[in-house]
């Protein structure tokens, strides 16, 4: 099974609590991510995701240009070691039922893991 260390995304992308809906949007499409954590790289706090831009902003009539991002975001942070394996971490998406999972190894953070990137590893498997 591929280590989730050719998985994952090393570049980890934060914003601040505080920053508007609008920040993590634009910040999401400039770096090309489909999530960032709230807080500081070494603490996170949270996580928000595309998909929570969606199901809970829009949805909710949220204003994207005064609502703070750590409305919506997700805690605690769900993750997985980089030790796991990309069945193990597939598995736990399903049953948390979320798309994004953040790697540690020996309890610090070292990248995220998306839901796209199990599908083209699998993809890769099959091919």
Same mark, same amino acid.
């Given at each position: +099974? /591929? &280590?989730l260390a050719l998985l994952m995304h090393k *570049?980890?992308?934060t914003i601040s609590p505080? =920053? %508007?809906?609008? $920040? =993590? =949007? #634009? *910040? +999401?499409r400039d770096r090309c991510v489909g999530s960032l954590l709230i807080g500081e790289e070494t603490q996170p706090i949270g996580i928000v995701s595309e998909t929570d831009f969606v199901r809970?902003? #829009?949805a909710s009539g949220c $204003? &994207?240009? %005064?609502? &703070?991002v750590a409305i919506l975001m997700n805690a605690p942070i769900i993750t997985i070691d980089?030790?796991? /394996? =990309? *069945?193990d971490a597939n598995d736990l998406m399903a049953a948390k039922g979320i798309r994004h999972l953040v790697v540690t190894d020996r309890d610090q953070i070292v990248g995220i893991l998306s839901m796209r990137d199990l599908v083209l590893c699998? *993809?890769?498997r099959l091919a």
């Open positions: +099974m /591929t &280590p *570049k980890i992308e505080e =920053a %508007t809906l609008q $920040d =993590a =949007a #634009v *910040k +999401m809970k902003g #829009v $204003d &994207p240009s %005064t609502t &703070p980089i030790g796991q /394996t =990309a *069945k699998f *993809k890769n």
